[in-house]
């Protein structure tokens, strides 16, 4: 099912110029699944050239064609979801219906964007004088370098590779070395759908080498970037020595408000099986649980009950409901954060170990943590994995604080039957987006995106486009 992944250049497929490769790993297994190509410095100077190349047949072509070619690609990648599906689930551990349900998500980008380019309006402006006029257009911004995570190898590089087409961009995708096959298969969509050879390109290797030549090279205009705050920041900075347009969705630690007139069960049961979603692996898990202390008890036996529920194993097996994390690194963060809260008098309430059976694999319970501390680890960085912590409030203001206490700011949550409550929580809460007795907040027609240290730009929506656009005012002076 799995083969070994080259570098997308130019609109073909090809080693890297030197042949080196690097695994990829089945995080279930730890096995070695494949390879991908190291890209060079002359590979990176190719995609660059095919880029720069594509950009200029892409911008000029006309905009209904653009639109009805993108939409191929939504209709390609539907066509092919189960065997999207099966690839991303192997690579990533996460169960094969989330990896279903990810392709479809990917390709609703790819219809939502093909709409979005036949919209892109511009402005005119009242002139002070007869002999005047003035108006402001959109332009495409350039070529695009974009980097992307692996715990949506599909969706991430979905939403960049999508609005970039639409906007009339050309793109250079670096997908993450740990999932480069779901990336890989959406390339290969936008080449089959009939999308110019150099519009898309793919590269892999080493991160931050490819990061740096690519960002570095003024054929770049744009940078697009999905990834935590320390890789964000270094991006930024890259970015900044020429001045580039940069976006980027980085790292959050999701606050969840549960007041006291809100069903305790009711709470427990949507938030649970979203917190596990992925193992935990989601940019807005909620991940930081602030229960008022008349429904604590209820709400956190009723979570952890459902933790304890989950099944876990490989991803492709049946029933599976949380597989493996993605790496052996974030499974140490996750197992250390645990031992600290303990440490610092939390309760374990559920997980937090090994589940039985399993002696390879990057595995771990799905793990409840009750009356948490806010200086442990697991309520100041932010947890990447199936890990819960819960703790008490009893006022408003308190909890806001609390809440607002972190430098990140890219999802909340609040759980109130009070419209009062509801909308003062939501417009005090610094974060990008917030869900009010509701968590599954991404969706193609909304725009994505942090505040603070978890990013800036939007994607999705009909705001995502903008980032990939230039305004350009333009005043003309009538003759005679």
Known sequence: MYQDLNLFIGGHWRTASDKATKPVNDPATEDVIGTIAVATADDLDSALIAAQDGFEIWRKTGTWERAATIRRVADLMRERQTEIGELMSLETGKPLAEALGETNAAADQFEWHAEEAKRIYGQIIQPRTDEGRMAVVYQPVGVVAAFSAWNFPALLPSRKVAAALAAGCSIIVKPAGETPASCAAIVQACADAGIPPGVVNMVTGQSSTIADHLIRSPIVRKVSVTGSVPVGKKILALAAEGVKRVSMELGGHGPVLIFDDFDPINAANVCAPTKFRNCGQVCISP??????????????????????????????????????????????????????????????????????????????????????????????????????????????????SRANSLPFGLAGYVFSNDLSVATRAYEDLEVGMVGVNEMLLATAEAPFGGVKESGMGREGGSLGIHDYLNPKYVKLKLAG
């Not at 008890?297 to 599976?320: H, N, P, Q, Y």
């Not at 600290?340 to 595995?363: I, M, S």
């Open 287 to 400: 991940t930081r649980f602030y229960v008022h202390e008349k429904c604590y008890d209820a709400f956190s036996t009723r979570f952890a009950e459902i933790a304890a529920s989950l099944k876990v194993g490989r991803g492709l097996d049946d029933g599976v409901q949380v597989g493996p994390m993605a790496n052996r690194r974030g499974l140490e963060t996750i197992q250390e954060m645990i031992k600290d809260a303990v440490d610092r008098g939390a309760e374990l309430l559920a997980g937090g170990n090994p589940p039985v059976g399993f002696n390879k694999g990057y595995f771990i319970e799905p793990t409840v943590l009750g009356r948490v501390p806010d200086d442990a680890l697991v309520m100041t960085k932010e947890p990447f994995g199936p890990i819960a912590p819960i703790t008490t409030f009893t006022d408003y203001d308190e909890v806001i």
